[in-house]
């Protein structure tokens, strides 16, 4: 089956560093990824829509400038939290679509967690 | 709005108990709906979705329009069962909504 990992698992920062998370999609080429972030106990909220090759699209609220969103190939996009702050420890979960996807089958990866300090 | 409802937070049931998972939808086109599920320290992955009508695992769900609603059931629960559910809704920019998720716990 489809697989999509991110790097790393966890990461611990300090307040006002960047941290880069990868999401690759292993075993097929996706055209489509999607970044979410996921609070303790709680739902996925949607913050961005990575499609290759072009600039990502961010939900209401999501501040693009934090959160800059590259996804140079059909295998990888990544996520870059910039000037991280504790309130930016989260759950930060991809999810990415094959090119010849069924309608809306979106393959997740496994998360990483992020904590500032 | 676009929105998805899960009404519980959390649901307790003993094994070989039915189980009926409740979500609830708003959406002004036609939605097409699916069920994700995570089980402990693993990845969302997906369930089933309405446009396929199929049983996984036991557990079926039926779209019912008039009620807004797709709740996942299945008529005897087992402890593996136990994990997060969540009810998501793909609108037509191809973006995932997800409920906030309902917790089954499955008691021996």
Redesign the interface.
Known sequence: GAVVSQHPSWVICKSGTSVKIECRSLDFQAT?M?WYRQFP??????MA?SNEGSKATYEQGVEKDKFLINHASLTLSTLTVTSAHPEDSSFY?C?A?AQAAD????Y????TRLTVT | AQRVTQPE?LLSVFKGAPVELKCNYSYSGSP?L?WYVQYSR?????LL?H?SRESIKGFTADLNKGETSFHLKKPFAQEEDSAMY?CAL?NQ?????????T?LSVKP
């Open positions: 489509t999607f106990k709680q739902s996925l909220m949607l829509t979960i999810s679509r309608f809306g089958e979106q997740f990866g496994p998360g | 937070k097409e699916f693993q990845r969302l992955q997906l979705r446009i969540y793909e920019g191809g973006k995932l909504i997800f409920g906030q998720g917790e």
